[in-house]
């Protein structure tokens, strides 16, 4: 068993649509981004690839590469998943925190947690998402940016020995 942990941050702008877990959600501004800017699937992707040491989603996914330029980010997930797989690793459990001032998250939760668990073929059970607050703090409390921290843990045959 492996742990990994992973964070995205992007701030919010006007002309993009706001996109957590690939669920569209109504709001005024989106996050900024070369991909769809999911800064939630970024962090979960970071922390698997973290877990398995494969580096980090940059690495895979550089920005400027036109073949990524607006792509979901739940497409670069399910590529992650089948490069972990590759190796001998499987999602084991998932738990994510977004932090943001606005809009309200927690009617989108089990949306999210859904087409995570999906795309990874994992059960729901096993997929954590929770939202907060800043508390009108730093940027993110002013309203102009999110932030996504996420802890995964993976399991496989890679540390015999170990």
Excluded at 77 to 95: C, F, M, P, S, T
């Amino acid at each position: 068993m492996r742990i990994g942990i992973g964070s995205d941050v992007h701030p919010l702008v006007a002309g993009r649509k706001l996109v957590l877990g690939g669920v569209e959600i109504p709001f005024s501004k989106g996050l900024s981004g070369w991909s769809d800017g999911d800064v939630l699937t970024h962090a979960v992707i970071d922390a698997l690839l973290g877990a398995a040491a494969m580096g980090d989603i940059g690495g895979h996914f550089p920005s400027g590469e036109p073949q990524y330029r607006d792509i979901s980010s739940l497409t670069l997930l399910q590529q992650v998943k089948d490069k972990l797989a590759a190796e001998g690793w499987r999602v084991g459990n998932i738990d994510a925190t977004i932090v943001a001032e606005q809009p309200r998250l927690s009617p989108f939760v089990e949306e999210m947690r859904q087409k995570l668990s999906q795309t990874l073929g994992i059960e729901i059970n096993k997929l954590s998402v929770k939202a907060t607050t800043a508390k009108q703090l730093g940027f993110i409390g002013q309203g102009k940016g999110m932030a996504v921290a996420a802890v995964v843990l993976i399991e496989g045959s890679q540390d015999e020995g170990i």
